[in-house]
């Protein structure tokens, strides 16, 4: 189950985590009205426009929530564990799932770092 | 009028050996005898999912093995909420005339049918299979960053939370069906080990076997005289990650509808059935709904407003935290229990003057809401 760069059957997801993999996390801005937006989905889900681009993001935020996951899905995960699961509030103004230092507590200014887990490449945000 | 005439249901838990068919044949059978129906009087069946069966249609699976021609019949999906929805949409198929007695059933061989990694995967697939699933993200870990920014933001604290695990094992003690009945304290919660931090393993429910099953008819029979009085939906989001205001996850604006719908008020419910797939679940739900202040679900556990004598009775079957959860089931449950209540036939788990029921589902990560009034009459 953790495949799903090669396996994920949308583009768009695969083309993001080919930019994770080169250090860039990506967004979407609307092109007509201006709204930032995450996961990218090919459209603005705020006025429906097709015409949104990704712009990679600082890679800096803050710590929405944090859970530390000490059950992991698979064996395969089991090396890893405890690891930290956060949902991040990019400067951008988007919130998106990825890595944390399991110290870091709700509020705390982040940067984005990149690791390998399992068998892809990660956002991992530790202290800013 | 929708009456919830007949209900059944077979013992939850770890059952070797037991069929995601089996669990749903034995289920229907106890609600028909129940409502004191043959097979050949149910001209609807609704019925859910099961994680280790997977199929285009199980419903006729499941018409067919249990030997009925249905006029309408189909399943639903809504995570945790299905249960609820599969109610809901019998009480529609009945106001409207389409039906006169729809058996809605869900069944699950969840705990011995796979391996327990193989259900927290596939359980895991509600979150988003490209932006949240690859971290190696589980359904306790998406709770669990509700959990932290919940207790973060409103002040909850891990006692209150754990509160609400000792009651529900609790009331589970007192039916003999439930998975887990063994009393537990607020220190054993509290020392459980770490599943995905702050939730501990007494802070989740467990995986279950189990069938469970209603009859929703046009006209009431003689064993109970429980309606379908009101009903309401919500759904926000699907992942946790494009979750907006999680003060406002789409449980009030459900509830909102529902009470709308029977016409009622929150302060005339005098029996709630409320999802509890984790603690934060049921404490989130039970105030973001309303029936607690904020923050207050701990505070109302220990001063017992939700024991069987206490004025808001919940989950007296000891929900899904204790009565266990087989994944559709586990949440049908709920409303099964307060059919029970209602009628007046929980055996020696009846709450006094439990004359108005309160349903809640949720599914996924807060994301499917579904709520629902019921009325002795």
């Not at chain 1, 681009?53 to 995960?77: D, K, M, N, Q």
């Not at chain 1, 699961?85 to 103004?93: H, K, Q, Y």
């Not at chain 2, 770890?14 to 004191?36: F, H, N």
Request: with cysteine.
């Amino acid at each position: 189950m953790t495949q799903a760069t090669a396996s994920s059957a949308d583009p768009i997801a695969r083309d993001w985590w080919a930019g994770v993999a080169e250090g860039r996390i990506g967004y979407e801005v609307c092109a007509d009205c201006g709204t930032a937006q995450f996961y990218p989905r090919g459209h603005c889900t705020a006025c429906g426009s097709a015409r949104v681009e990704v712009r990679p993001a600082a890679g800096t935020g803050t710590i929405f929530s944090i859970t530390v996951v000490h059950r992991p899905p698979s064996a395969a995960l089991q090396p890893f564990a405890p690891y930290a699961i956060a949902l991040v509030d990019l400067d951008e103004g988007v919130r998106l799932m990825a890595h944390a230092d399991p110290a870091l507590g709700i509020g705390a200014r982040v940067r984005a770092t990149f690791v390998t887990f399992g068998d892809r490449t990660i956002t991992r945000f530790v202290a800013a | 009028m929708a009456f919830i005439s007949g209900v059944g249901n077979t013992r939850y838990g770890k059952i070797e050996g037991s069929t995601t068919m089996g669990l749903a044949a034995t289920a229907a059978q106890a609600a028909l005898a129940d409502a004191g129906l043959e097979p050949r009087d149910i001209d609807g069946l609704l019925t859910g999912y099961a994680t280790t069966m997977p199929h285009i249609m199980l419903a006729t699976v499941i018409a067919e093995r249990f030997g009925i021609r249905p006029a309408y019949a189909h399943a639903l999906q809504a995570g945790g909420a299905t249960g609820v929805a599969m109610a809901m949409l019998a009480k529609i198929l009945v106001d409207s005339g389409r039906c006169r007695a729809v058996l809605i059933v869900a069944a699950e061989n969840r705990a011995s049918g796979q391996s327990r990694d193989q259900s927290i995967q596939t359980l895991a697939q509600a979150g988003h299979p490209d932006y949240e699933v690859p971290y190696g993200a589980t359904i306790p870990a998406y709770y669990g960053l509700l959990a932290a920014r919940y207790m973060h933001q409103f002040g909850v604290t891990d006692r209150d939370l754990a509160e609400l695990a000792v009651v529900m094992r609790r009331h589970a003690g007192r039916h003999p069906d439930a998975h887990l009945r063994t009393p537990i304290s607020l220190d054993e919660v509290m020392a459980s080990k770490p599943i995905a931090l702050p939730l501990r393993l007494l802070d989740c429910c467990p995986v279950s076997d189990g069938g469970i099953a209603a009859v929703i008819t046009r006209d009431p029979t003689a064993s109970a005289r429980v309606r379908i009085r009101g009903a309401g939906q919500a759904h926000f989001h699907q992942h946790i990650s494009c979750a907006r205001d999680w003060a406002d996850m789409g449980a009030k604006a459900s509830a909102d509808r529902a009470l709308a719908d029977a016409g009622m008020q929150l302060a005339e419910m005098n029996y709630l059935a409320v999802y509890d797939s984790f603690t934060i679940t049921l404490a989130m739900l039970l105030e973001e709904i309303g029936f607690v202040r904020r923050a207050g679900a701990g505070e109302a556990a220990r001063a017992g407003r939700f024991e069987i004598g206490g004025d808001l009775p919940l989950n007296t079957h000891g929900g899904l935290l204790s009565f266990g959860h087989c994944g559709v089931g586990g949440g049908l449950a709920h409303l099964v229990e307060a059919q029970r209540q209602l009628a007046g036939r929980a055996d020696d788990r009846q709450v006094r003057n439990a004359t108005v029921g309160f349903v809640h589902g949720d599914g996924g990560v807060m994301s499917s809401h579904v709520s629902m009034v019921l009325e002795r009459v």
